[in-house]
């Protein structure tokens, strides 16, 4: 009785199921591993897009301090012949 038509088209049934999931599941580590590349790519821009960033406010603190004080007279530009 082991072989009736019913569990061999259970077995039949229960292997392609199995067959299903285990393609699912090798799909789904070929995504992950795609998107694990893709966010280590992206993480090491927003490290040098962050280094970018601290070097303009850097800059722009500097440029802040050289500019007079706004209380204090701005010499005018020299005329022009």
């Known amino acids: 009785m082991a072989n009736t038509p ?3 088209n259970l077995i039949e049934l229960l292997e392609r199921r199995l067959d299903a999931l285990e393609s ?3 799909f789904q580590d070929d995504v992950i591993e ?3 590349e ?5 993480q090491e821009k ?7 960033l601290q070097l303009v406010a ?3 603190k500097e ?3 050289s500019m007079p004080e706004s209380g ?3 010499e005018p530009p020299p005329p022009h012949f």
């Open 6 to 8: 019913i569990e061999k």
């Open 46 to 52: 927003i490290a040098e897009l962050t280094g970018q």
């Open 72 to 74: 204090q007279e701005i």
């Open 58 to 60: 850097i800059r722009i």
């Open 63 to 65: 440029a802040n301090s």
């Open 34 to 36: 795609q998107l694990s």
């Open 24 to 26: 699912r599941n090798v």
């Open 38 to 42: 893709e966010l280590a790519i992206h």
